[in-house]
């Protein structure tokens, strides 16, 4: 089956009508568990406060434009060191760039055709060296809103207070369905590879041909 038959395949086919149940059935769910908390129904405000509270901290397009970004970061570096440039750079990741480019040399005329190629060829290391830190900085923004501790804390108090973890079990899962359609690594991933793509599909002159048919007609570069 041809997952790229229609539109879908790349624009993705996310149901409205279950996002609308998904939110209709998480308030219920919500109002069910407070009623049965009674006078300690403060529990689940404060628990479900962290939740959208760190949720809406990290902001789609935020997480977007820092991926599209990171990524034209290592395009700048690769462009640096084929113009020759011998001002030091302090980035973590400029030796391996420039040692890369040392060690491969490329035969092709136009410096953006070099530029692309290099680039998408760096492009798994880099994520390895970047997707570390850009999780822990996530970390670090979200605990501006949320305290991991204290939510893991209200959840327990909650689920004794119920007698059992199926109720917020469920709760969670709508929570997530309604409110986490993406996750912010996910946007963040999807960001560089939109970069990532300009560099695949960059047209090369003297062959006419894009970037990743260079790739495949020289599968060494990779």
């Known amino acids: 089956m041809n997952i790229f038959e229609n539109e879908s395949g790349i624009l993705g086919s996310a149901s409205v009508e279950h996002l609308k149940r998904s939110f209709k059935e998480f308030l219920r769910q919500a109002t069910e568990i407070r009623i049965r908390l009674g006078k300690q129904g403060y529990l689940l405000d404060k628990y479900l406060s962290y939740l959208f509270e760190a ?34 750079n302090d980035h973590p990741f400029y030796e391996q760039v420039k040692a890369f480019i040392d060690a491969h040399p490329l035969k092709y005329q ?37 305290d991991i501790v204290d939510l893991n804390n209200l959840y327990n108090e909650i689920c004794e207070a119920l007698g059992g973890e199926r109720e917020m079990e469920h709760l969670n899962l709508l929570f997530c369905q309604r409110f986490l359609i993406v996750k912010a690594i996910d946007i963040f991933l999807q960001g560089m590879t939109n970069q990532l793509l300009y560099s695949l599909t960059y047209r090369d002159r003297e062959t006419s041909k894009q970037v990743f048919q260079l790739l495949l007609d ?3 570069y990779y």
């Open 218 to 220: 020289e599968p060494l």
């Open 110 to 146: 136009e410096s953006f055709t070099k530029l692309s190629l290099y680039d998408v060829m760096l492009s798994c290391s880099y994520l390895e060296s970047v997707y570390e830190q850009y999780y822990t900085d996530l970390v670090a923004d979200i605990r501006a809103f949320l």
């Open 55 to 88: 949720t809406n901290g990290i902001l789609a397009y935020e997480a977007a434009t820092e991926g599209f970004e990171t990524e034209s970061t290592l395009n700048s570096l690769c462009a640096e060191i084929l113009r020759g440039d011998a001002k030091s």
